[in-house]
């Protein structure tokens, strides 16, 4: 089954933070954050292993909560290059397929 | 020198015809996926092929046959092609399915 986003969507104003939200039926052993623009490939930012850790690239940083099976995305002051789509992606082993999330889509403005 | 590189980038065909869709990646990968993302963009697992062998295959139509001549190649057949194939399929590769994927810009495949 699919991992669940929150929001489907967000405005923001250049300079504001968004939390993005993705929740699994499953027990997690990894969570992967990507983002795609439109009309491109999806672009990798990260990957969260199970232990609660939290991660940064740049002012983008993310946190998993393996008991409640959800993950994080956390963006700061936001900025234009920010807009996109947002998709977790998660593992259920080491050998599973990488289930991609519902999606977020994040639009950034003046 | 592009990573993951698909052919064709578009691809506007009758409902019936054949097709294929090639991919390419140079970067010493073992893994490589075939993914569909419709237009709710939701982006679905087809297959993975690991060192030429298959490991995932997803509830595909078998019109659908994936071909894997080398590590450093995934190709992807799709025979009688339906209104519903109409997406965008994305061919990527990783060292192992625990590692960040590279996406090809996709193939947006449109049926008349």
């Not at chain 1, 998993?64 to 947002?86: D, I, P, R, V, W």
């Amino acid at each position: 089954q699919q991992p669940v986003q929150s929001p489907q969507a967000v405005i923001l104003r250049e300079g504001e933070d968004a939390v993005i939200n993705c929740s699994s039926s499953k027990a997690l052993y990894s969570v992967h954050w990507y983002r795609q623009k439109h009309g491109e490939a999806p672009v990798f930012l990260m990957i969260l292993l199970k232990g609660g850790e939290q991660k940064g690239h740049e002012k983008i940083s993310a946190s998993f909560n393996e008991k409640k099976q959800q993950s994080s995305l956390y963006l700061t002051a936001s900025q234009l290059s920010y807009s996109g789509t947002y998709f977790c992606g998660t593992l259920t082993g080491t050998a599973s397929k990488l289930t991609f999330g519902t999606g977020t889509r994040l639009q950034v403005t003046l | 020198d592009t990573a993951v590189s698909q052919t064709p980038k578009y691809l506007v065909t009758q409902m019936g015809n054949d097709k294929s869709i090639k991919c390419e990646q140079n970067l010493g990968h073992d893994t490589m996926y075939w993914y569909k993302q419709d237009s709710k963009k939701f982006l679905k697992i087809m297959f993975s092929y690991n060192n030429k062998e298959l490991i995932i295959n997803e509830t595909v139509p078998n019109r659908f046959s994936p071909k894997s001549p080398d590590k450093a190649h995934l190709n992807l057949h799709i025979n009688s092609l339906e209104l519903g194939d109409s997406a965008v399929y994305f061919c990527a590769s990783s060292h192992r399915s625990n590692q960040p994927q590279h996406f090809g810009d996709g193939t947006r495949l449109s049926i008349l």
